[in-house]
């Protein structure tokens, strides 16, 4: 409509005398019309002024770009003797923008987010189709696809106008089905395991993945793309993917996919510069060697690519890039990494933009270049995962822009801060009684990058409650601190005969030694009593009274895992000692773990853990009750946890050694059709002995083992665990227990 005005006025100014090739010089200028906006503010969009000349097409400009303002509904331009005359129509100025029919708060900022029309602009009429068009999209991203939308004007005083938008929200569009069109060789179980969208499930009531949402829809088709070129599709191809709707509000999701052949590598090399020094990657050829013939997999190619980065990263070529030319010939796949040396570029800035709350120094400690250093496309997207691993920010973008000189390049670093607290509360319910759990924690205190914790969990045995903060970067280096004070009661008087009551506090610090392998050092003083019944043997009560204990600790932790949730391949390794300093027992502990995961099958996990752990007095006393081992629940199942292992009398007395070997493997088969159920099979061997004041009861030689069946199953209050185990071997003072369940949520 503007333009339509714009042009009629131009016809209408081709009949006045004036013409583009007849100018005249402008004595005055005078403005009607306007109210709230200046003169000076119209003459300066006009961009006339008294003694210029002017044109037919200048005053064509004038109306143009006072249009272009927005700040007037009707521009005309008359000239006269000199004399330009221009008459201004004001649009009205925006007082409030309201909605109506909209109860989340949310929902309303997205919106108001994503509207050009604000409270004290102009406003302007052709735009509020488009604004309701932005509206409803915007509904539709958050799974609102039936929502409608109104606008309405309120005249106010002073040309202000309330702007109200009325919205009939609707439902949710809830996914009832997703389907794979094409899909012969997986499951239609793990394909849906594979991507966000959750078909709608009554007990999901937290999920906002069981509706329709375009995004989400974007993300499934990278991931399911992503899934197949690793399993040896190099050609797969997800054609389409849409909504069909089923009933009134809810929808099946249909990806059409066409996978391709699975293809294998064949010939891969490294195409080098001439100053490149080659015998680094003598570990990459071999690994060639390795993968000729085998399946391809995109994530075989990636892991390449960051060893060639990393390694060309220490050889000092920091402006080298690396990128790969593929031939494919017989479903056989040659690869040609080819290192090339880009212009070297010196790092003349980083900026940092976004963080209103979190302190600069804590993210400039992500920073893996500084300013000074050789540019880096590698070292500048590993600094961008670096800050979005904080996890204090909705989104973290990154631009490179060009220096002052030539050389030179200028980064900067946009972050969009979320909230860093949480609130969690939890129950839970299993064969050994009844749990409560409360907490509150802060990720980002101050932001200063402090995570600060405070929770305590209720058993019908014991309270535990612990306060902690931990500092990632302590002055600013890539070190950890933590300090944290516990409290905590054990009433075992029924099957342990005594009970504690143990306070204190631990120091520490945290780094990263090598590559995946993280060093933990701390120190820890704690306050002990111990009571015990008249039940007690004379040796366990001997050991009655109070106790002040320090000790040294010292952890290493490997984790080659490539995933820490739902892990299907790696090794996790971990070594812990803790070291008496002031003692009166002075118990020394050592323990290790070691845990490796691999895929036998298509979709089929096992797993394989070692653990053993001892406790032994170096001064000679007896182990501290406190501090004797029992056997992990989740080490030997199909035994009742703590009744294993030496005993006492009537009481179980625990060990001074603990030993476990665990096999287990999913069972993917056996709930192919549901997404909320998974099981496994296991095997258990484990022995607990050592007693050190009387050998009649030392267990060293009873090996015990089950075997059996465990199932994870999600229900509407959370997570369902049950175990079905046969003792296979135990000693006659073990406590069987064939079933076990825990059921438990957070909220």
């Known amino acids: 409509m503007r333009l339509i005005k714009i042009f009629l006025l131009a016809i209408l100014l081709n009949y006045l005398p004036l013409s583009a090739s007849n100018s005249e010089v402008i004595n005055q200028i005078k403005i009607e019309g306007n109210n709230r906006i200046t003169d000076e503010i119209i003459l300066m969009f006009s961009q006339i002024d008294v003694g210029k000349d002017i044109t037919s097409s200048a005053v064509n400009e004038i109306i143009k770009n006072l249009y272009e303002t927005n700040f007037f509904n009707n521009v005309s331009v008359v000239f006269e003797d000199n004399l330009v005359l221009i008459i201004v129509d004001e649009a009205p100025i925006i007082d409030k923008v309201i909605f109506t029919g909209l109860k989340a708060k949310k929902i309303e900022k997205k919106i108001r987010d994503n509207l050009k029309l604000k409270s004290r602009n102009s406003y302007n009429e052709f735009q509020i189709s488009q604004e309701v068009n932005t509206i409803e999209t915007t509904l539709k991203t958050l799974g609102y696809y039936f929502s409608k939308v109104e606008a309405h004007v309120e005249t106010l005083e002073n040309n202000m106008i309330n702007l109200e938008y009325k919205i009939d929200i609707g439902s949710k569009a809830k996914i009832r089905k997703i389907s794979f069109l094409g899909n012969k060789i997986f499951k239609d179980k793990k394909l849906k395991s594979i991507i966000v969208s959750e078909e709608y499930k009554f007990w999901k009531f937290i999920s906002g993945k069981k509706y329709l949402q375009e995004q989400l829809t974007e993300i499934d088709k990278r991931l399911l793309k992503n899934f197949y070129l690793s399993r ?61 013939g085998e399946k391809y997999s995109i994530n075989s190619v990636e892991k390449i690519l960051n060893e060639i980065d990393k390694i060309t990263i220490q050889e000092e070529f920091k402006s080298s890039r690396a990128y ?97 607290g949480e609130v969690m509360a939890g129950a839970g319910g299993g064969t050994e009684g009844g749990t409560l759990f409360f907490g509150v924690k802060e990720n980002n205190y101050l932001g200063k990058g402090l995570s600060v914790d405070a929770n305590a969990t209720i058993s019908a045995e014991a309270f535990k409650g612990k306060f902690s903060v931990r500092n990632p970067n302590y002055k600013n280096s890539d070190k950890s601190t933590f300090f944290n004070i516990q409290a905590i009661e054990i009433d075992q008087l029924k099957n ?234 135990k000693s006659d003072n073990d406590a069987e227990e064939t079933f076990r369940f825990n059921l438990g949520t957070t909220f």
């Open 232 to 292: 040896g599709f190099y050609n797969i191809k997800i054609n389409t993917s849409f909504a069909k709707l089923i009933n009134d509000d809810e929808f099946e999701i249909i990806f059409n996919i066409d996978p391709g052949k699975k293809i294998n590598f064949n010939e891969m090399r490294i195409v080098f510069p001439d100053n490149f020094t080659k015998s680094n990657y003598k570990d990459l050829e071999d690994l060639f060697e390795k993968l000729k």
């Open 324 to 420: 790969i030319k593929e031939n494919l010939a017989n479903n056989m796949l040659n690869i040609d990494f080819i290192i090339e040396e880009s212009t070297k570029y010196v790092v003349e800035k980083i900026n940092i933009f976004g963080n209103n709350i979190t302190q600069e120094n804590v993210i400039r400690n992500q920073l893996e270049l500084d300013e000074g250093d050789p540019f880096s496309e590698i070292l500048t997207k590993k600094t961008e995962n670096n800050i979005k691993s904080l996890n204090f920010f909705k989104s973290v973008n990154t631009q490179i822009l060009g220096g002052e000189n030539l050389n030179s390049k200028i980064i900067n670093f946009e972050v969009s801060e979320k909230p860093t």
């Open 496 to 729: 342990f005969g005594y009970k504690t009551n143990r306070t204190g506090f631990e120091l520490g610090t945290g780094f990263e030694y090598l590559e995946d392998l993280n060093l933990n050092l701390s120190t820890s003083t704690f306050v002990e009593k111990i009571e015990t019944d008249s039940t007690a043997s004379s040796r366990q009560k001997s050991q009655a009274g109070n106790y002040l204990d320090t000790f040294a600790k010292l952890n290493f932790d490997l984790d080659k895992r490539n995933q820490k949730f739902k892990t299907s391949e790696g090794y996790r390794s971990n070594y812990n000692i803790q070291i008496p300093i002031i003692s009166d027992t002075n118990t020394l502990t050592n323990s290790y773990n070691y845990k490796i995961y691999s895929e036998l099958f298509e979709n089929q996990i096992s797993s394989f853990s070692f653990f053993v752990k001892t406790a032994t007095s170096i001064s000679g006393d007896d182990v501290k009750l406190t501090e004797r081992l029992s056997m992990p629940s989740n080490k030997l199942r199909g035994f009742v946890r703590g009744k294993v292992g030496p005993k006492d009398g009537n009481d179980y007395i625990g060990g001074n050694f603990v030993t476990s070997v665990n096999l287990q493997t999913s069972l993917p088969i056996l709930f192919e059709n549901s997404q909320n159920l998974d099981a496994v099979i296991f095997f258990d061997a484990a022995n607990i002995w050592g007693v050190d004041y009387d050998s009649s009861i030392d267990d060293a030689s009873n090996v015990r083992s089950s075997i059996g069946i465990g199932v994870d199953y999600l229900t509407v209050v959370g997570p369902l665990s049950f175990s079905l185990s046969q003792v296979i071997s």
